[in-house]
């Protein structure tokens, strides 16, 4: 599904400044995208966003040695977002929307980690006890979506449900990273969407969750990767979700209970994080197995995942 270039517009205006008090893998404010060029065969590419819903400077056109993912480009580390920078400074390679096609910001990563009962109101809702530590889980790689992709309808289920989370995703490698140099580690932040399927997630399967969040197309993602100098809080900023134009979810990522610092440092303890590891870090109220009655997806809805400063991913339900 095509995104409304005039919705983003409307929707986001303002244009963060960098915060040199906290700068992460990126000493420069950027909106990273990846993309696919009309007539070139399907071929990824990775940008650089003139602005929120604007042109695309296209980085390998710009510098024919830098690579075509987002991945490969993180792994480069400074030298990659340095030449992503002056890509965008220098105005040239600009290629329109209207040539692009939109994709994930980041495809196949090694790991795609998600934290549950994360939001103070979430749990609230529920009459949930407040977690004492992370509630770790996955979703597989193959889960993740484009921005303005359609979300699948399984045959297998009949309760799916939508979560507008915050995403972010890392920027090198580490093991063992203490909270103070986590962000250090964070490329930057995202907009998700944690689709799940209810009834394999709380009824079946021995209520175990993977397989209920797993479904091929239950993680939309995107529009763009915003480095995290171009994100004066991430843990100030409004988080949305519309269906069908409704809204269903309106909170704010200061309810969440542990902050992205907290995650980094809580998962390295376990596996090694290596750039474009993704995380997911929860959803607020609003999700609709908890009304009264429950609400639940069906063809022909349309989900809209908005956050503050980062913008918006829009999927139909299919």
């Known amino acids: 599904m095509r995104h409304p270039l005039r919705i983003l517009k409307s929707l986001f205006l303002h244009r963060p400044t960098a915060n040199p008090q906290r700068r992460g893998v990126c000493g420069a404010g950027m909106r990273l ?4 060029r009309h007539g070139e065969g399907g071929g ?7 602005g929120e819903g604007l042109s695309v400077v296209d980085l390998k056109a710009f510098e024919p040695s830098m690579p075509s993912t987002m991945r490969e480009l993180l792994e480069l580390g400074d030298k990659g977002l340095e ?50 530590e992370p509630i770790i889980f996955s979703k597989f790689p193959s889960a993740i979506t484009g921005p303005y992709d359609d979300i699948i309808l399984p045959a297998e289920s009949q309760e799916v449900d939508w979560e507008v989370e915050l995403a972010f995703v ?58 995290t100098d171009a994100v004066r809080d991430p843990h100030n900023l409004g988080v949305r979700c519309l269906v069908n134009g409704d809204t269903v979810q309106s909170s704010n990522t200061d309810q969440m209970i542990f902050k992205t610092e907290a995650l980094v440092a809580w998962v390295s303890k376990f596996v ?6 993704v995380f997911l870090t929860g959803t607020p109220p609003g ?6 009655p429950p609400i ?3 063809k022909g809805d349309v989900v809209e995942c908005q956050i503050d ?10």
């Open 33 to 36: 995208v990846q993309f696919h």
């Open 44 to 50: 990824i590419r990775v940008g650089v966003e003139q």
């Open 83 to 132: 030449c992503a920078q002056r890509a965008l400074s220098s105005g040239q390679c600009v290629v329109e929307r209207s040539d692009i096609t939109l994709l994930s910001p980041v495809l196949a990563p090694e790991k795609v980690v998600c934290v549950g009962m994360n939001y103070r109101d979430h749990c609230l809702e529920q009459n949930a006890p407040i977690p004492k």
């Open 170 to 227: 890392i920027g090198r490698r580490g093991k063992h990273i203490k909270a103070e140099d986590a962000l250090s580690y964070v490329a930057g932040f995202s907009v998700a969407n944690d689709v799940s399927a209810r009834d394999w997630q709380m009824k079946r399967n021995g209520k175990q969750w993977l397989l209920g969040k797993t479904f091929d197309s239950f993680c939309p993602l995107g529009p763009a990767l915003v480095t």
């Open 272 to 277: 090694t994080l290596i750039p474009g590891d």
């Open 287 to 292: 999700v609709g197995v908890f009304r009264k």
């Open 296 to 298: 639940f997806l069906k």
């Open 309 to 318: 400063q980062l913008g918006s991913i829009i999927n139909k339900v299919v």
